[in-house]
């Protein structure tokens, strides 16, 4: 086992980028093997203070979802009726990968 490497590529500025990850079914049940790096967290907090913005900016960070949809692509409201109305209403978990 590898420990997988997080990609990275210099931009102009020669500030970090963060390219896009697209990993297999097989390399996420590798990854999961590396429980000391697996980050496991919800956010809990009154209505419009965050909790979307600070969601979606972490995992625009990961490289899951682009820079440029952090706050607006509403990656853990995952139900229709947050969805339809443009709001948090349950919590949802997030795992992630930590190095």
């Keep these: 086992h590898d420990n997988p490497k997080h990609h990275q ?3 102009a500025k020669g500030n ?6 697209n990993f ?7 990854i999961m093997d590396y429980k000391n790096n697996i980050r ?6 009154h ?3 965050g909790k979307t913005t600070l969601t979606d ?3 625009s960070r990961a490289g899951i979802i682009a820079n440029a949809r952090a706050g607006d692509a509403c990656y853990t409201d995952t139900r229709k009726d947050e969805q339809e109305r443009g709001i948090t209403i349950k ?3 997030l795992s992630m ?3």
């Design 9 to 11: 590529s210099a931009s």
């Design 16 to 21: 970090p980028t963060v390219k896009m990850v």
């Design 24 to 30: 297999t079914i097989d390399q996420l049940r590798e």
């Design 40 to 45: 496991s967290m919800s956010v809990i907090a």
């Design 47 to 49: 209505v419009d203070h």
């Design 57 to 59: 900016s972490l995992v």
């Design 91 to 93: 919590s949802t978990g």
């Design 97 to 99: 990968y930590f190095e």
